[in-house]
């Protein structure tokens, strides 16, 4: 039976399977030959047209609102036959087809998820799925994707989903599809797809095991907390609170009012005051503002009229319509008669209730203590506009870029400062999920996609200097640790001057992600606070028993097995670079705390210098006054850093304890050292990074900070004298005395005798790694412990390695330190 070749639409009542009526639709002549397949959510397919904003479903018997007979919708073939068979037991090779079984229905989605967390507390999209039958139904085999290219690209594992019942599916490419779901309806039990949401918008298909789509929606673009779900008759509308796994019953909309065109009203610097006009708006469209850093509401002030701007301020503003939900918020940050600023400039946006509940508050107000300190210490996430301006107050044509995002305090004791210490997150619930922006001049153009954030006051040091722990961790870049790299910027809160704070990256799973390009879920990422070990992703349990591991094995003697397996596990350079380098800065607030890292597949685990406040010469208040300047930094080691003893469980001193006793490990350890003292960790090094970073902090902004927190000069004493260090110069006093006083540590700890200048180069196409790691130069000419033999191998980059410039051709080889001496790799 042949139709026209235009799109038609049918209902058959057919006494057939099940008693289903079905819906066919036939293909368009336009498209011969593809498949056509109508669309629940985004297309109507009513027999009275389209063009309503919400759009009605075919079906007149889904989900828990109406009870009339099920649909079965079948697409005809490329020749536009309607097929007259039913197919719900064709085979499953069986081409991709309609078949509609309206018992499933796709029946709420959720693309910037807010509050409906799963079970690592993490709150990912969603797409909800309600069994209307009187059976349960067996989803093992069946699809979710968002693409039809990809008709497997996920695949329900076990997962039974009773009558009457609905399923939540998170999106987000946790890949988990077998499930247990408990009768107590526990989320933790949720499957995960392979795949995100578009925010943007897109179709889902739900699709059987034998390929048949048993449903699909489009869904518009949603901002952040909405979801789009269908009512009673079929409806889909807007719904301003999701109702997740629940029937679809709060309040819902036809439409969002678009946003109001603003793009005349820059952020920027006035230096006057300037009046605002309104823009113009379509017929029963409001314009309500607010002047607070909150987010406009339906009863905000009506920006209706022309304003005067006569100081600086957050200007928030959203359009609203009787029957819509409102528009996206737009924020302009107007800066008026305000001091020139030649720093770059965040300038924040937030509800005033952050500052009451949280930020104002500098002391512990709980009976136990700043722990329990409810306002002070709740890591509680506000959501924000932050602006950024490149170029300070000389910034053109408004901020260079703005993203919606959420804020939280960060720190310890350093939140008792007036200037706090706050995380930055750029969540996808809330615009982007990531900025594409340079926000730091080391590795500029290579690593510039950021999802997070931290504006820092300086932590302890908040009292001495600007850039302490921020340099220290500068010192490392080329090594193989990590570190967070850093700015010096202005802050801005709601208008109002917060001053300078230090712009870090923030260590995460996104960190690995940008730094790594490692997918951010396979990441496991740990922290040590004291004596326990905390998962900020992923699991603890990989490096609770790599510890363990290496606390309980014996690492002693030549080709030691435990020590080859034990490399399996971690990265053994890393950990010596890691661990001269805090030598180095005598931090006396580790390796008890602050010690973190990272694994993901074929990647060991990573170790990452974090909070250096209490190295370079730091006076008081370490570990409880346990240590001092005058601490032997192996002896600290060798005790677990503080006033415990150093236990197997969670002690990550254990792995340097343990491991030197492996002779490989140790001649590894002092060789990469040496080559930490010579390049990196060294006074010359420290004087340079501090005078760049000093370089960027204008004289007039140190002026300004120190004036609006006095506190900064009240009473820190160091070994330079009392007073705030504008200039870094303590800290370069204090590490050209430590060049010397490392070398003397080491020499005492392993009985050598001096230090003999070695070169090591390559000829050719090829380089040289010593001891496994990269050398800072092809021509490298350094200081090495006599006495300790240095392992080279040579690296072929395209030529063919024809021997050593002494005559050997072993590759690797050991050599000796002796004054003078050049190895070098000769290539062909």
């Not at 989320?187 to 059987?208: C, E, F, I, Q, S």
């Not at 740990?526 to 609770?544: F, P, R």
Request: proline share 4%; hydrophobic share 35%; charged share 25%.
């Amino acid at each position: 039976m042949i139709r026209s070749k235009k799109w038609i639409r049918e209902i058959l009542s057919l006494a057939a399977v099940f008693g289903t009526a079905f819906v066919v639709g036939c293909a368009d002549d336009n498209n011969e030959g593809a498949f056509n397949a109508p669309q629940q959510g985004g297309q109507c397919l009513n027999a009275n047209g389209c063009g309503t904003s919400n759009p009605k479903v075919s079906s007149s018997s889904m989900y828990p609102y109406s009870s009339s007979m099920d649909i079965i919708q079948i697409v005809t073939s490329s020749n536009d036959t309607i097929r007259d068979t039913i197919i719900n037991y064709l085979p499953p090779d069986t081409a991709l087809r309609w078949i509609g079984q309206s018992a499933l229905r796709i029946t709420e989605i959720s693309p910037l998820n807010l509050d409906w967390f799963d079970e690592e507390g993490n709150d990912p999209s969603w797409v909800e799925i309600y069994n209307s039958s009187d059976q349960d139904v067996d989803l093992e085999g069946y699809t979710l994707v968002e693409n039809l290219k990809n008709l497997r690209k996920w695949v329900f594992g076990r997962d039974v989903l009773k009558a009457k019942s609905f399923r939540v599916v998170f999106c987000d490419k946790k890949n988990i599809s077998s499930v247990a779901i408990a009768d107590n309806g526990d989320r933790h039990t949720r499957p995960h797809t392979n795949w995100k949401l578009d925010k943007n918008g897109g179709t889902l298909y739900l699709v059987d095991k034998f390929n048949g789509i048993r449903d699909s929606v489009a869904y518009p673009e949603l901002t952040a907390g909405l979801s789009w779900g269908i009512v009673d008759g079929g409806y889909w509308k807007y719904f301003e609170k999701a109702t997740p796994e629940q029937p679809n019953t709060s309040k819902s909309y036809d439409e969002i009012v678009p946003d109001a065109d603003m793009s005349g009203l820059k952020s920027g610097f006035y230096n006057e005051a300037f009046t605002l006009n309104p823009p113009s708006l379509a017929e029963g469209v409001k314009l309500r503002c607010t002047t607070d850093g909150s987010v406009p509401t339906e009863n905000s002030p009506e920006f209706n009229s022309p304003k005067r701007i006569d100081h600086s301020v957050a200007f928030r503003c959203a359009a609203f319509k009787k029957g819509a939900l409102s528009s996206k918020v737009t924020t302009r940050t107007f800066f008026v008669d305000e001091e020139a600023v030649k720093m770059p400039i965040v300038a924040i946006s937030v509800d005033s209730s952050f500052f009451r509940e949280h930020y104002i508050k500098t002391k512990c107000d709980a009976p136990r203590g700043c722990a329990d300190s409810a306002g002070l210490y709740a890591d509680v996430e506000y959501p924000i506009h932050v602006e950024y301006f490149e170029k300070g107050s000389s910034t053109k044509d408004g901020s260079t870029w703005e993203k919606d995002a959420g804020i939280s305090l960060m720190g310890g004791y350093s939140r008792l400062n007036d200037k706090k210490s706050v995380s930055i997150r750029l969540r996808e619930e809330y615009e982007d999920g990531s900025i594409n922006y340079p926000l730091f001049e080391t590795r500029k153009g290579v690593n510039d996609k950021y999802k997070s954030f931290n504006l820092r006051n300086n932590g302890n040091r908040y009292v001495s200097d600007y850039i302490e722990d921020a340099m220290g961790g500068a010192l490392l870049e080329g090594t193989s640790v990590d570190y967070q790299r850093s700015r010096q910027v202005v802050v801005f809160y709601n208008g109002k001057y917060y001053g300078i704070h230090d712009m870090r990256e923030r260590f995460n799973k996104h960190y690995v992600e940008t730094n790594y390009k490692i997918d951010a879920n396979s990441v496991n990422f740990i922290k040590h606070l004291g004596q326990e070990v905390e998962a900020s992703n992923g699991t603890t349990d990989a490096y609770m028993n790599m510890l363990h591991f290496v606390a309980a094995n014996d690492f002693s003697g030549e080709n030691n097995a435990n020590y080859a397996a034990a490399k399996l596990l971690l990265d053994v350079g890393n950990l010596a670079d890691y661990m001269a380098a805090e030598i180095y800065m005598h931090n006396g607030d580790w390796p008890n705390n602050n010690v973190r890292a990272w694994s993901a597949p074929e990647h060991p685990w990573k170790f990452m210098v974090y909070d250096l406040d209490h190295g370079f010469d730091w006076m008081w208040g370490v570990n409880n006054g346990e240590f001092s300047q005058s601490n032997n930094m192996f002896a600290w080691i060798k005790k677990g850093g503080g006033n415990k003893p150093c236990k197997e469980e969670g002690c990550f001193a254990n792995l340097y304890n343990q491991l030197i006793k492996n002779p490989e490990f140790k001649r590894m350890f002092i060789n990469r050292s040496a080559l930490m003292f010579n390049s990196y960790t060294n006074g010359k090094n420290v004087e340079k990074i501090v005078n760049a970073m000093v370089a960027t902090i204008d004289d007039n902004e140190m002026t300004r900070d120190l004036e609006k927190f006095k506190q900064n000069e009240r009473y820190y004493q160091n070994s330079c004298g009392h007073g705030f260090d504008k200039t870094g110069s303590c800290l370069k006093t204090w590490a050209s005395s430590r060049d010397s006083k490392v070398i003397e540590e080491y020499q005492e700890e392993f009985g050598l005798s001096g230090m003999a200048t070695v070169t090591i180069a390559a000829s050719g196409s090829g380089s040289v790694l010593m001891e496994g790691a990269t050398l800072p130069s092809k021509e490298f000419k350094g200081k090495f412990f006599v006495g300790n033999p240095i392992l080279l191998t040579a690296v072929s980059a395209g030529g063919t390695f024809t021997g050593w410039s002494d005559g050997v051709t072993d590759n690797p080889r050991l050599v000796e330190p002796k004054e003078g001496a050049t190895f070098t790799a000769q290539f062909q």
